[in-house]
């Protein structure tokens, strides 16, 4: 089946530093959303991507679809302690299949 | 609009024990899912129904079956509970199947002893 690989599963980065993280699926997507998950809450929808090669920005945060559609990242400029949560990939394949989520990558800031 | 809403916030159960997760949205949404998630696991669908009447089994059904009671409400019942079920769940709705936003209710938090 579909699988959906995320690294790394955890970072700690100085506040102002930068942080990636990186989405990779065994099958070519028609499209990959990414999520946050503020610690004790719930996924909240952050941005979805589409069209191979797609960029696109959020303030300090930076979303790129590969030219394949296999793969994903999300790079924050210049960290702050707001940024603090999980960060959940997940994808679908073409057709009406659910998405499939990734297994995060937790993020911790420190001041 | 409460969006996603979950009932109960947290529940301790007994093994063999059954019980019945409610979730409900208000957003006219046809497609809605459950989730469950464990540390390091990332968020594992159950099941989901794309749309009132149908419901289709997930990654990690076993154990677990649901029910759309209709098109706001997608329950989620633990006929025997065992420990590998302690977890959170996460009821999830949108407006249908094909991709689109996911909106998440706050989860509910079950300990199996």
């Known amino acids: 089946g579909q699988q959906v690989m995320q690294i790394p599963q955890y970072q700690h980065v100085q506040e102002g530093e930068d942080f990636t993280t990186y989405c990779n699926s065994s099958?070519?997507?028609?499209?990959i959303q990414w999520y946050k998950q503020r610690p004790g809450g719930h996924p909240v929808f952050l941005i979805q991507?589409?069209?191979?090669?797609e960029v696109k920005k959020q303030k300090r945060l930076t979303f790129q679809f590969g030219e394949a559609k296999k793969n994903s990242s999300l790079h924050i400029t210049a960290t702050q302690t707001t940024d603090v949560g999980t960060y959940f990939c997940?994808?679908?394949?073409?057709?009406?299949?659910?998405?499939?989520f990734g297994k995060g990558t937790r993020l911790s800031v420190i001041a | 609009n409460a969006g996603v809403t979950q009932t109960p916030k947290f529940q301790v159960l007994k093994t063999g024990q059954s019980m019945t997760l409610q979730c409900a949205q208000d957003?006219?949404?046809?497609?809605m899912y459950w989730y469950r998630q464990d540390p390091g696991m990332g968020l594992r669908l159950i099941y989901y129904?794309?749309?009132?009447?149908?419901?289709d089994k997930g990654e990690v059904p076993n154990g677990y079956n649901v029910s759309r009671l209709n098109k706001r409400e997608f329950s989620l019942r633990l006929e025997s509970a065992a420990p590998s079920q302690t977890s959170v769940y996460f009821c999830?709705?949108?407006?249908?199947?094909?991709?689109?936003?996911?909106?998440f209710g706050p989860g509910t938090r079950l300990l199996v002893l």
């Open positions: 999830a709705s949108s407006v249908n199947r094909g991709g689109e936003t996911q909106y």
């Open positions: 099958t070519t997507l028609s499209n």
């Open positions: 991507l589409v069209k191979s090669g």
């Open positions: 997940a994808g679908r394949n073409s057709g009406n299949t659910p998405l499939v």
């Open positions: 957003m006219n949404h046809n497609s």
């Open positions: 129904s794309a749309s009132e009447g149908t419901t």
